[in-house]
């Protein structure tokens, strides 16, 4: 009889499968095309759109039971992906809710920054039905450049990364595809509770979305440098993605709209919840006003220093085709990976849904909120 020794046993084979028979790969078609030929992206070069201009809006989060019997009624089971921000819900199709349920979501979204729903046929449904659904929040934005279906709906955002089409790969050639923002904060009035609806994913991983709450990103500065900040305002504009799209697509470059530059608070209050939140952003926000440029260059530099790495309030989200993520702009900041192997398919759509003109903070003398903060006060930096 031989003997086996320790050594032996540790570097020994098994007889299990090997790796790449059990490693999941998410959907796709087995010729290699897209799962959603409907929703492939089309660009216009000549294609223009008039700005929306002032409107009213009243969040649907107003009318919300705070205990969401509507939303949640079928939810099997609900995670929370982070203290701070995300919550997977399981068991609810967000196709199937009532508009009370959709104002419930309104609300759940806005206290919980960013929410996930999957195995939904939020896909399936057609252009009406989506923008339908997500019309109960608000009117919906239309991209000034980003490519909208080949089958119609300018209000639909294609997301499209894939070797027959690599404008999103040049837009961010030469730096780095994290880039921490709100979408279209340079609007008069921003986007408020978004969707975007993934169609197919990369193989295997990646092409996940980062989110940051703004809320708890306020939270985590010193009450005393929170008042600063309340009362400033800052310029918002678009003007990099607008160099961006002319440099790298010259003659087929889109358009749609001029430049947009706006005026907002530092700090703003979310209508329903009444959180504070910081509202800036490293891709939109420029200078804040009435600063000298240093001045201003320095405050932004350390408040997106303070978004990007403060990963203590973040969340990332996973996808697949189905999964459905529903956030609120006002109180997050999130960004992309783009971390796949390039050439790989990331298919998406986005429906943006334009909120309130952001409401400023209230300068307040004194608002206790120091001695409120238990972990502050038991490190004596009250």
């Not at 059990?22 to 087995?30: D, F, G, H, K, T």
């Not at 759109?49 to 002032?54: E, K, P, Q, T």
């Not at 939303?71 to 967000?94: C, F, I, K, W, Y």
């Not at 932004?300 to 609120?328: M, N, P, S």
Request: aromatic letters at 8%; one cysteine or more; a negative charge.
């Amino acid at each position: 009889m031989t003997s086996t020794t320790v050594e032996e046993t540790r570097t020994k084979p098994t007889t299990s499968a090997p790796l790449s028979t059990r490693l999941v790969a998410r959907e796709s078609s087995e010729d290699g095309s897209a799962l959603y030929p409907d929703y492939l992206p089309f660009y216009d070069p000549l294609e223009k759109v008039d700005d929306l201009g002032n409107f009213e809006h009243v969040d649907p989060g107003h009318r919300a039971d705070p205990a969401l019997p509507n939303l949640l009624a079928n939810a099997t089971r609900v995670v929370d992906l982070s203290p701070h921000v995300g919550t997977e819900v399981e068991g609810v199709q967000l196709s199937q809710l009532t508009p009370e349920g959709l104002d419930e979501l309104a609300l759940y979204a806005a206290q919980r920054g960013a929410l996930v729903f999957r195995n939904q046929d939020f896909s399936d449904i057609g252009f009406e039905a989506q923008k339908k659904i997500v019309r109960h929040f608000g009117p919906l934005h239309v991209h000034g450049w980003a490519p909208h279906p080949a089958a119609g709906s300018s209000e639909h955002m294609i997301i499209y990364d894939h070797r027959d089409d690599l404008r999103v790969r040049k837009s961010w050639k030469g730096r780095s595809p994290v880039q921490w923002h709100t979408d279209q904060s340079p609007e008069p009035q921003p986007p408020g509770t978004t969707f975007i609806c993934m169609l197919e994913s990369p193989p295997t991983a990646g092409g996940d979305t980062l989110v940051s709450s703004s809320v708890a990103s306020y939270k985590g500065l010193s009450p005393r440098f929170r008042k600063r900040l309340e009362g400033l305002t800052a310029v918002h504009s678009n003007d990099d993605g607008v160099t961006q799209e002319l440099r790298n697509n010259g003659t087929g470059a889109v358009m749609r709209r001029q430049q947009l530059v706006q005026e907002h608070p530092v700090v703003i209050v979310h209508p329903v919840t009444g959180e504070k939140a910081l509202y800036v952003n490293p891709v939109y926000t420029k200078r804040i006003v009435g600063f000298d440029d240093e001045e201003s260059d320095y405050l932004l530099r350390f408040l997106f220093d303070h978004i990007a790495k403060r990963q203590d309030f973040q969340c990332r989200i996973r996808y697949e085709a189905g999964t459905v993520l529903v956030w609120d702009q006002r109180v997050t900041n999130h960004s992309q990976t783009l971390d796949y192997p390039a050439g790989d398919r990331r298919h998406a759509f986005r429906l943006t849904p334009l909120a309130n003109k952001p409401i400023p903070a209230k300068v307040e003398e004194d608002d206790g909120e120091c001695a409120k903060d238990h972990a502050r006060v038991q490190l004596g930096l009250c």
